[in-house]
């Protein structure tokens, strides 16, 4: 305390100094509208500076959060869209898809076979065989669950096989990986009379009980047809980068253990 007091003595002149400007200033500022018009003006561009500053970084911290929330909404939303069947003369109801929001919290992309691990499982009525995506395309199928995780077999793994069509036409085929490029993948057994063109749209075929048909898949980057060949060989580059996936939606079928069960009767025909 006593350093407090010895510091104000000896900078008792330009203290004063200082004290007697700030009071000419405020007494300058009291008496004069233009000067306080001024005063408040300046006053409120730097408090209105500092309070957005500050929001801004409050903001930054709530990213994920609302990033998380947005997704949620999004999936809901899908969930409502994936309920109407949209005709010329009428809206029929059908209820075959919901979509669950996840967070992907480690994944491969550069070896053979790539999986992914998201925070959601048993809990969140998760199940092996649901197709995962993002806003932008199809990223993998669940395969092994915990209560809260589960790990997701990539569609950038020797074991994938992801039914598939061009966009403008029914053709369909399998979309592999050969396990070279992360962002290319290959499409099968589209026959010879397919019409196909560079930058043709390839989405999900639905013929199956993973993923709804339509989904985006990528663009065709080229193909080759060998002349004794009756179908041909397609180079795939996809909508999603698999090497930055964040954000990820799980979709079930409503429908899907009905029509498995369905199915297995004429499996046990053969």
């Known amino acids: 305390m006593q350093q407090i007091f010895d510091f104000l003595i000896r900078r008792r002149n330009p203290l004063l100094f200082l004290l007697l400007i700030l009071i000419s200033y405020a007494m300058t500022v009291q008496s004069h509208s233009y000067h306080r018009s001024k005063f408040i003006n300046s006053a409120s561009r730097i408090t209105g500076g500092l309070f957005e500053y500050q929001t801004d970084i409050a903001n930054y911290f709530k ?6 929330r947005l997704l949620e909404e999004n999936s809901k939303l899908k969930t409502l869209l994936s309920q109407f069947e949209i ?12 979509y669950t929001a996840a967070s992907v919290i480690n994944s491969t992309y550069h070896k053979s076979n790539n999986y992914l691990t ?61 396990g070279k490029k992360p962002n290319i993948m290959q499409l099968q057994d589209i026959p010879r009379f397919a019409p196909i063109a560079i ?9 199956s009980t993973i993923f709804p048909k339509g989904i985006p898949v990528g663009k065709i980057l080229n193909f080759n047809l060998d002349e004794n060949a009756n179908f041909y060989e397609i180079d795939v580059v996809l909508f999603n980068d698999m090497t930055d996936v964040g954000f990820v939606q799980v979709i079930k079928n409503e429908n899907a253990v009905e029509i498995k069960q369905l199915e297995s009767i004429h499996s046990n025909e053969k």
């Open 63 to 68: 990213l994920k959060t609302y990033n998380q």
């Open 199 to 207: 930058n043709d749209t390839i989405v999900t075929g639905g013929r």
């Open 118 to 178: 998201i925070d959601a499982g048993i809990n969140d009525s998760i199940k092996p065989d649901m197709g995962v995506i993002t806003d932008k395309g199809i990223v993998g199928i669940v395969e092994n669950i915990s209560d809260n995780y589960a790990t997701v077999l990539s569609i950038l793994n020797n074991r994938s096989s992801i039914n598939a069509q061009l966009k403008k036409t029914n053709h369909f085929g399998s979309l592999k990986w050969n």
């Open 87 to 98: 005709d010329s003369s009428s809206i029929s109801f059908k209820a075959p898809y919901n």
